[in-house]
């Protein structure tokens, strides 16, 4: 079984604001509020961040802890989570809308729930339902329309040649 999913907030985001936040009611998530780990184990876990090794098939069973923040609060984050492997995404672009005055967003920087979706896509665990409540999930999708097509062909060809080598 596949572990659950960690998505660490920082106590100062305003969870009315948060992408992830309708996750919640699922059950298929797991909430930590930074600075505190809950009690599950990070052993078989990678943390979503940039410059590591791209996510893909090869991380299908493994755990995902995704920092949820501003990028000026996941930065220091960051820090309290350096013990996992680090995993970054593709080209992926975002449908958010971001108007920051005070920092600058990094070019690859998604919303948490779009970071969630191109993570599993990329694991080859897609899971549609995921944009249901996201305002710009439709948005998203158009976006990255040819991403999204590589991904499945990928997850198509690696579930084809499991079922041939059985």
């Not at 069973?61 to 995704?66: A, E």
């Not at 000026?72 to 971001?98: H, I």
């Not at 999204?148 to 084809?160: G, P, V």
């Amino acid at each position: 079984m596949t572990p659950k999913t960690i998505i660490v907030y920082h106590r100062a985001e305003k969870r009315s604001k948060c992408s992830v936040e309708p996750l919640r009611q699922t059950g298929e998530y797991i909430f930590w509020r930074y600075p505190k780990r809950g009690t599950e184990s990070l052993d078989g876990y990678v943390r979503l961040g940039i410059g590591g090794k791209q996510l893909s098939s090869e991380d299908h069973d493994r755990g995902l802890v995704l920092l949820d923040g501003s990028w000026r609060w996941a930065a220091k984050m960051e820090k309290s989570y350096s013990d996992l492997p680090v995993r970054s995404l593709g080209p992926w672009q975002t449908a958010y809308p971001r108007q920051s005055r005070v920092f600058e967003d990094p070019a690859e920087g998604l919303a948490t729930i779009e970071a969630l979706y191109a993570a599993l896509c990329q694991m080859g665990r897609r899971d549609d339902d995921l944009l249901k409540t996201y305002h710009w999930g439709n948005e998203f999708l158009a976006r990255n329309r040819e991403l999204l097509e590589r991904f499945k062909r990928t997850q198509y060809e690696t579930m084809s040649s499991g079922a041939l080598s059985e």
